[in-house]
Every structure is written in C-alpha cells, then in structure tokens.
C-alpha cells in the first residue's frame, strides 16, 4: 500500500513514509496522507514494497531438476514487490525530488550547471554512438573514432596543448592522470626520489591536494595575497628541490583571474617543477586564453562543466587532460593514431614504453564525448569564446547588483564567471551563510555554493553560467535582495527554521557525513 490512506483505522498511514527523519521532520507533515498537493512523499521500496507483489507475471515452471547441487534457496527471498504503475510511480516520484538544471536556476558556484542542449541528447542517443561496444573491432567503429579524435583536435585548440589524454572520466579522474604524468615525467629525469612535494594554493578545490596526495605527493601549502590571487614571490619562496610541482586553478575558486599565472610558471618551470593546472573553471577563459600559452604543462577539462553536460548526482563526466610537449610521451593508455588504415587505438606499452599506463577499463565516457562535441560545433569557435564572455558578464552582473548589500572579501571588482561573497553583511543580523541559504531553498533556488572556498569566511559562490536570460537573473538576484532585506531588518525567524516548505526541513548534515546510515534496516514490530 503506497502513500493510500488506512481508511479503516483512525490516524495517518505509517506505510509510505520514511522512517529514520526524526519526530521534528515528522511532526511538519499537517496533511492526512504526508502529501503536500503535489509534492508526494515517497517511502523507499523496502517500505512500500510487498514481498507478495511484482510488477510482472510468470507462469510456474514445467517442473525440472535443479542442478545447484543442493544450494537452492528453501524460501522466497523476500524482495519487496510492487505492480507495475506503483513501481512506475516510485520511480517517477523519486526522479521529481531531484532538483536540476532543466528545472531551474541551479548558481552552484565552481559546478558551472549549464543548460544541456536538447540536441546534444539526440546525437549522443545515435545507434552508432549509443550501441557500440568498446571491445568491437576497430574497424567497426571508425565513425566513433573520428569523433574522439575531432573532440581532442578542438580541446587541442582551445588549450594550446601538445596532446590530450581522453581517458579519464572526471575532474579529479584528470587530476590523477596530470599527476601521474608529471610524477613518471620527473622518474624519468631521475628525480623520482627527491622531488616528493607539491605546491596548493589555499583556496584550491578539495580535489587537488587528495589528487597529489594519493599518488604519494606531499602537499606544502602557498598562501593567498590579500586580492585572493597567489603572488609568484610566495611560489618561488617554496620551491626547491624538492618540489616536483604546482597545482593552480585558474581562475581560481575565488571568481578571479591569477593575473601572475605566466611568471608562476617561469619560476616553477625554473626550478625544475611542472605546472598542473586545474582546468575546471575553464569556462571563464574558454576562446579567450590558452593554457598553453600561459605555460601549463598539465590541465584537466571538466567536459560536463565547460561543455554542458549533465552532471552531479553521480552522472556520468569526463576530465580530458591536455599535456604539453614535455609531458606528452607520458600520456596514459590508449591513445589514437591515425595510419594508413584510418583511425587506431594504441592499447600496448610496446607501442608507448614512456606510458603511465591505463586509467580506466576502455577509452572514456564516449557518450560525454558527442554531447561535448555536439556542444562545441553547434557553438562554433566564436560561439564558444562568446558563452566564456556571457558567463563572465552574467556574473558580474549578479555581483554588482548585490554588491550594495552583500560583502565581497577582496573588494568591488570585476570576477570571472562566479561572484563570490563572504559573510561579513551578516555578522550584526546573527545570521549565518547556512541560515540564508536555506531560505534560498523555500524561494524555490538550490542554494549556491556555500563555505567554499575555504579560505572566505561563511563563503557565498554564486555562478549563474551564461545559459541564464537577463529576465531569470533579474528574479534570482530580486530573491537575493529581498532576503537580504528581511535579514538585515531583523527578521530571523523567516532563516533560522527554513526551509519552511521543502518535504524536510533542517537535517543533521554533520551527522549524516560522519555517520551515514546507508543500510535500512527493517523496524521492529510493535
Ligand atoms: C568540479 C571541480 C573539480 C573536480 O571535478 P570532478 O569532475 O567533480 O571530479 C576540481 N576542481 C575544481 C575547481 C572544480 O570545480
């Protein structure tokens, strides 16, 4: 029985609902059946479900002889059922508590949630593309390899790079790559056992030191000037020896360009380091900068960022890392090659002895591949270089019309593609980021990015991309106002309790990261 009143009995339906949110969450359910109009709840399947039920009729079977050696299960295995609309439903019902970007402004800073166009979809559901299986024959699959190939010509261009490694499969999956590369590029000079240390800025994404550190890096620290960008006087007082690379992002996570990034990489480069760099803000300088130029010799692509791909949640990414000509040899496993047969995928470290070797099963997320591709040929070159200078307009211009209320740790100035914000506005409202961001949630906003970076006290970073219209700004940094007016006029009660109208209201967020219930366990009998 699913979310269908006991009508017969007095008081609400327990079936159906969740079990382990607390008398507080439970006690906000005012309707009869948990509901709120349209707003269902939903139980999970081991609640609702009923071991008597299935979606799908079998007929018994002719009777036959086992031959699992006595192994077979004596009774059902008490899976719950449901029939086919109810397990429809609870599907249908779980997918609509997703908030996303097809559903609205999603200013996730750092995140860079972008519109996925419809047609990226059409052509990355193409049978040539969806059917194919990574261990056909090369032959077979040519088409696919084209299109791998023509995806890394226009990474290739756009970064200024030597080659990209398509493989890795997200971020921090590029990270890994960049640093694996630099890691063997260093072996193979024979300073594999000296230079053990990389460099990180402050601010740097929580990935870049986890990247470094996995693969037996050990992370020293450089600290930010008080404009939120690294002075290269700080890289070039750490480096050494010792010091095998540095690890930056630009624009960093604060919103802003590093305007030392080039005499960075000459110290670094000087000192006999590498310079990876953290490609995932790429969206601000895509057409407008090459890394290359710039002197990186490692940078992963976030392609379900900067080429609109969906992702979070646990979607599907793909971090493509360009390599410069010094690091290049290194590239992972496989690699295409174009000889007189057409396209074809190195696979053996006969063929690249200098390889770092594999760093997935096949060749990479070739569905994130056509959407990107699909992305970057229906934008053209120019159309590319213009979503960089939108999503960077966009965000200037949800920095300047909240900068008469809201405080910004580095001052009034221009940002790159995410505004950011810090908390001090707040401090005599006895208001904290948590409060005001949950009030964002009962205006119907997911709430920007919140304590991050680090390094900005009770952070707000706020990137509304370029597939934004003027009209969804206006109504977003209205919202931002208006809160901002109820906060500062002393009006607590609308933030400390919010959000009012969401199914749940505050959870112990501390409490579900360090301890996770990730199993359910099914409730004693009364
Ligand atoms: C998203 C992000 C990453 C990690 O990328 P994933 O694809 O999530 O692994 C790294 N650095 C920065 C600055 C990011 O925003």
Redesign the pocket.
């Known amino acids: 029985m699913m979310n269908r009143p006991e009508r017969l009995t007095e008081g609400r339906p327990t079936q159906g609902r969740p079990t382990q949110t607390g008398e507080a969450a439970r006690s906000e359910i005012d309707t009869f059946t948990g509901n709120r109009a349209l707003a269902l709840e939903e139980g999970l399947i081991f609640e609702i479900g009923r071991a008597e039920v299935t979606g799908v009729d079998l007929d018994e079977p002719a009777p036959f002889t086992d031959r699992l050696g006595g192994l077979a299960r004596k009774a059902a295995l008490g899976l719950p059922g449901l029939s086919e609309p109810e397990a429809m439903r609870h599907y249908v019902r779980l997918s609509q508590k997703n908030y996303s970007i097809d559903a609205g402004l999603y200013p996730l800073g750092?995140?860079t949630m972008k519109h996925n166009p419809r047609l990226n979809e059409a052509l990355a559901r193409l049978p040539g593309f969806a059917d194919i299986h990574p261990l056909q024959p090369q032959s077979t699959v040519q088409g696919a390899l084209e299109l791998m190939e023509e995806l890394a010509r226009w990474l290739l261009a756009l970064t200024g790079m030597e080659a990209i490694a398509m493989s890795p499969k997200?971020?921090?999956?590029g990270?890994a790559c960049g640093m694996m590369a630099i890691k063997a590029a260093i072996a193979a000079k024979g300073e594999g056992a000296t230079r053990k240390i990389v460099l990180v800025p402050d601010s740097a994404?929580g990935?870049?030191p986890a990247s470094a550190t996995r693969i037996g890096f050990e992370i020293r620290s450089v600290p930010a000037r008080a404009d939120g960008t690294v002075d290269a006087a700080e890289v070039r007082r750490r480096l050494g020896p010792d010091v095998a690379a540095i690890m930056l992002?630009n624009p960093n996570?604060c919103g802003l360009f590093e305007k030392d990034i080039v005499a960075i990489a000459e110290v670094v480069h000087e000192a006999g380091a590498y310079f990876y760099c953290?490609g995932?803000?790429f969206n601000a300088i895509m057409g407008k900068a090459r890394p290359g130029d710039l002197g990186v010799d490692a940078m992963h692509i976030?392609l379900?960022?900067t080429f609109s791909t969906p992702?979070g949640g646990g979607g599907p990414?793909a971090?493509p890392v360009a390599l410069s000509a010094q690091l290049a040899p290194f590239a992972p496993l496989p690699f295409l090659r174009r000889d007189d047969n057409g396209l074809r995928l190195i696979e053996q470290a006969s063929e690249a002895p200098q390889s770092i070797g594999r760093m997935s099963a096949f060749h990479g997320q070739m569905g994130m591949f056509v959407r990107a591709l699909a992305y970057m040929l229906s934008h053209g070159a120019d159309g590319l270089r213009q979503a960089s200078e939108d999503a960077v307009l966009s965000a200037n211009y949800i920095r300047a019309s909240l900068a008469d209320l809201l405080s910004q740790p580095f001052g009034d100035k221009l940002c790159m593609h995410e505004a950011l914000f810090d908390d001090a506005w707040l401090k005599p409202t006895g208001l904290t980021t948590l409060d005001f961001a949950k009030a964002l949630i009962d205006e119907g906003y997911h709430p920007m990015t919140i304590y991050f970076p680090l390094v900005v006290h009770g952070a707000m970073l706020i990137e509304p991309t370029e597939s934004e219209s003027k009209a969804s700004l206006d109504l977003f940094i209205a919202t931002m106002r208006d809160l901002a007016f109820a906060a500062l006029r002393g009006e607590t009660e609308r933030f400390l309790a919010a959000p009012f109208h969401a199914p749940r209201r505050r959870l112990d967020e501390t409490g579900a990261a360090r301890r996770p219930i990730l199993k359910w366990t099914k409730p004693v009998a009364e």
């Open positions: 750092s995140c997200a971020g921090a999956h990270e994404h990935t870049n992002t996570t953290d995932a803000n976030n379900h960022k992702h990414g971090g």
